[in-house]
């Protein structure tokens, strides 16, 4: 199962919005609403974000929305602050009853 | 509270063994699907292995055949023993908790601190 396809980098000044995409296929992102994402500071553990294309776990900021459409899920980040620089992965489920994850993007505040 | 602590990292040689631990609180493993992460240096995110119900293990096709996951009830962890090691294991490996929808493998709301394992001579 090939990686989802996220873009390396994405910066913003703080205030911003900015967009995270993740392109997969039909097979993953396209098929099933099960697409997840994570913020991973420096030598950190991943934190969930957003689960189930659009759901916000407990705790995490209403800054942060997800959604999907077609083959492609996006993450957005709006009023971007100092402490959102970090990086990001997008994750799904699969046909093939596994989960794949992005290559991650590295997100920089300005 | 929940919270996973990933321990049994370290400096192998190729072709070496290692068993990782996670052990769990303020949650039951048996009730719960638990997967291996990992990730290699400066790179993204691996889906490792999986155990769940029963006893039911899931591998990722990189790793089948070399990785055993399992678990301990009565001690309520779970290990992930490493056969054969080569320089591409070198990662930090991440147990954490994750959740399903139905019959699909869903996200992963909990995650340990991570171990890390180094495979050099």
């Known amino acids: 199962q090939s990686a989802l396809t996220q873009p390396a980098s994405v910066s913003g000044s703080p205030g911003q919005s900015i967009t995270i995409f993740c392109t997969g296929t039909s097979s993953d992102v396209g098929g099933y609403n099960y697409v997840s994402w994570y913020q991973q500071h420096p030598d950190k553990a991943p934190k969930l974000m957003i689960y189930d294309v659009s759901n916000r776990p407990s705790g995490v900021s209403n800054r942060f929305s997800g959604s999907k459409s077609g083959n492609t899920a996006s993450l957005t980040i709006s009023g971007l602050q100092a402490e959102d620089e970090a990086d990001y992965y997008c994750?799904?489920?699969?046909?093939?009853?596994?989960?794949?994850f992005g290559g991650g993007t590295k997100v920089t505040v300005l | 509270e929940v919270q996973l602590v990933d321990s049994g990292g370290g400096l192998i040689q190729p072709g070496g063994s290692l068993r990782l631990s996670c052990e769990a609180s303020g949650f039951s493993v048996s009730d719960n699907y638990m997967s291996w992460v990992r990730q290699a240096p400066g790179k993204g995110l691996e889906w490792v292995s999986l155990?769940?119900?029963?006893?039911?293990?899931y591998y990722a096709d990189s790793v089948k055949g070399r990785f055993t996951i399992s678990r301990d009830i009565s001690k309520n962890s779970v290990y992930l023993h490493i056969d054969d090691l080569t320089a591409d294991d070198t990662a930090v490996y991440y147990c954490a908790r994750q959740q399903s929808s139905g019959w699909a493998l869903n996200y992963f709301d909990f995650w340990g601190r991570g171990t890390p394992v180094t495979v050099s001579s």
């Open positions: 155990i769940f119900g029963a006893g039911d293990t």
């Open positions: 994750s799904s489920f699969t046909s093939t009853s596994t989960v794949v």
